[in-house]
């Protein structure tokens, strides 16, 4: 299930086909019982966590917050998406993007960090961005890293 919180009243989406999109997503994954919340921020918001969770004083597109529900509770949740969509705009825009496309990489890539993949060693980031395209090439959306 995804739950969306449009703390910034983002009116440019289409919050129904947005969550079915990644319903697919996590039906692709093997996750699709699992609950993922999304959150649109706006810079101020994300600058914060960025600063408090990983100590970077500045605004970026996308975070992720595993669950850190105990084992003892049985409910599948991934965790949190939060995206900033004023960042993402700016990306899309600057890359050649839709804002559509590069919104819908921003949560799969999220996501993504919700079931361990990563991108700090070389050979992690290979194997999260074929997985990136491949996710992104059944729903007719180009390669993100061209």
Not at 59 to 73: Q, R, Y
């Amino acid at each position: 299930m995804i739950v969306i919180q449009n703390s910034i009243d983002v009116n440019n989406i289409n919050e129904v086909d947005f969550s079915n999109t990644l319903q697919s997503v996590l039906d692709e994954l093997n996750v699709s019982d699992s609950e993922l919340l999304v959150r649109f921020v706006d810079k101020p918001e994300i600058q914060q966590l960025n600063k408090t969770y990983r100590h970077q004083d500045k605004p970026t597109n996308v975070l992720s917050f595993p669950s850190d529900l105990p084992i003892e509770i049985d409910e599948a949740i991934l965790g949190d998406v939060i995206i900033c969509m004023e960042v993402v705009t700016e990306e899309a825009k600057a890359q050649g993007k839709t804002f559509e496309n590069h919104l819908v990489h921003m949560a799969i890539h999220g996501t993504l960090h919700l079931l361990g993949f990563d991108h700090i060693e070389e050979s992690e980031a290979q194997k999260m961005e074929a997985l990136e395209i491949k996710i992104l090439e059944k729903m007719q959306i180009s390669n993100p890293y061209e």
